[in-house]
T-cell receptor, first 112, second 113 residues
Framework: GENVEQHPSTLSVQEGDSAVIKCTYS??????FPWYKQELGKGPQLIID?????GEKKDQRIAVTLNKTAKHFSLHITETQPEDSAVYFC???????????FGQGTRLTINP | GAVVSQHPSWVICKSGTSVKIECRSL??????MFWYRQFPKQSLMLMAT?????????EQGVEKDKFLINHASLTLSTLTVTSAHPEDSSFYIC?????????FGPGTRLLVL
């Protein structure tokens, strides 16, 4: 069935270093892949998304890469800052569906 | 742009009572809205997809008679938890879809005593 696997579940990096979170999806026809950041007690906030016709997208310190052949996509955060600490969720929209299927989440901690 | 609000932000109720949660898209029209619930340290679990003017589509295992969803306008969807029980205590989050993108509300924390 439709499935998105996300790794790692927790990630701790030093301030200023880079963080990478990876996701794999099951349906090769998936066409839309957003990433959300969720701070404690708040709703998820869209930080970046990518569509299946693009291999990479960047927005300042955040980038997402997509490998359709391998069915995986990754979030890259460079020059991490304490305010980047949060839970990050990847998601995929499978072809023909309205809904998103979410990964299990990654708790990112930035150590000062 | 693309702001979604929820009301209330938190609610405490007695077991057996009903609770209504509102979800509004403030600066866009959302033909489709989604309702999720999230338990502590877990991912988002989709409960139902709501299209304006039609009946909601519930995910497997979600009781449609217990979680009533109404999407009467392009900017408002409501979730009513009927005959709430302690196991319904959770964080309920809605989202509105604008083009392909889902924008989430701030969530409603429900505690059933």
């Amino acid at each position: 069935g439709e499935n998105v696997e996300q790794h790692p579940s927790t990630l701790s990096v030093q301030e200023g270093d880079s963080a990478v979170i990876k996701c794999t999806y099951s349906d090769s026809a998936s066409n839309y892949f957003p990433w959300y950041k969720q701070e404690l007690g708040k709703g998820p906030q869209l930080i970046i998304d990518i569509r299946s016709n693009v291999g990479e997208k960047k927005d300042q310190r955040i980038a997402v890469t997509l490998n359709k052949t391998a069915k995986h996509f990754s979030l890259h955060i460079t020059e991490t800052q304490p305010e980047d600490s949060a839970v990050y969720f990847c998601a995929a929209r499978f072809q023909g569906a309205q809904k998103l299927v979410f990964g299990q989440g990654t708790r990112l901690t930035i150590n000062p | 742009g693309a702001v979604v609000s929820q009301h209330p932000s938190w609610v405490i109720c007695k077991s057996g009572t009903s609770v209504k949660i509102e979800c509004r898209s403030l600066d866009f029209q959302a033909t489709t809205m989604f309702w999720y619930r999230q338990f502590p340290k877990q991912s988002l679990m989709l409960m139902a997809t709501s299209n304006e003017g039609s009946k909601a589509t519930y995910e497997q295992g979600v009781e449609k008679d217990k979680f009533l969803i109404n999407h009467a306008s392009l900017t408002l969807s409501t979730l009513t938890v009927t005959s709430a029980h302690p196991e319904d205590s959770s964080f309920y989050i809605c989202s509105g879809q604008s083009q392909e993108t889902q924008y989430f509300g701030p969530g409603t924390r429900l505690l059933v005593l």
